[in-house]
């Protein structure tokens, strides 16, 4: 047993030791996940991340892996996550390249519900003709016309922001990292 460890030990030495030796290609690109030349595998792991990294690819700090420009690492899902605009907590999932459609979707189709209950609202208290309300429907018709106008406006606006944000070719996260004042200066990306 004490052989096994010595063993172990030496190897992990190595290991660290060979890391070290490899951990930065470029000063600007920290490369610490490329894998020591010990075996074929890693050969070929080895050039698949120089490969992504001369493609443009950065390496992920948390996952240790090549990651395409414009992606983000989301600390809540642990992955890296292509063009992510955010993490959304209702869906509890990342919001980015490949569900962003259904996102604005959803807001769109929670937009035209709140919608229709603001005007269904509106109708059955301003109409004529329609059969009389008692004061108790009165007031849950006008405070639920009034809430609904809230999500109405609300949902409005977050749409609008996400259509700019789709014309202006940014993601959230890109609006806050480039700051408000300079995306509407026009530093939109390309």
């Not at 030349?37 to 070929?44: E, F, Q």
């Not at 292509?82 to 962003?100: A, F, K």
Request: aromatic share 10%.
């Amino acid at each position: 047993p004490i052989s096994f460890i010595e063993e172990s030990l030496r190897k992990c030495e190595e290991e660290t030791n060979t890391t070290e030796q490899n951990k930065t290609v470029d000063d600007a690109v920290n490369v610490q996940c490329i894998p020591p030349l010990s075996d074929s595998r890693n050969t070929i792991a080895r050039e698949q991340t120089l490969e992504a990294i001369q493609k443009g690819f950065i390496i992920c700090r948390r996952c240790n892996i090549p990651r395409p420009p414009r992606s983000h690492h989301c600390k809540i899902c642990d992955r890296c996550c292509c063009r992510m605009d955010h993490h959304c907590p209702m869906v509890y999932n990342c919001i980015g390249q490949n569900n962003y459609k259904y996102f604005l979707l959803t807001i769109f189709y929670c937009f035209i519900g709140c919608l229709i209950g603001f005007f269904s609202g509106m109708i059955w208290l301003n109409l004529p003709g329609l059969p009389k309300l008692s004061t108790g429907q009165r007031i849950f018709i006008t405070v639920g016309a009034g809430i609904g106008s809230n999500f109405t406006m609300g949902m409005g606006l977050f749409l609008c922001f996400h259509l700019w944000l789709i014309s202006n070719n940014l993601t959230t996260l890109e609006l806050l990292a480039l700051g408000i004042r300079n995306a509407f200066k026009g530093g939109a990306l390309e």
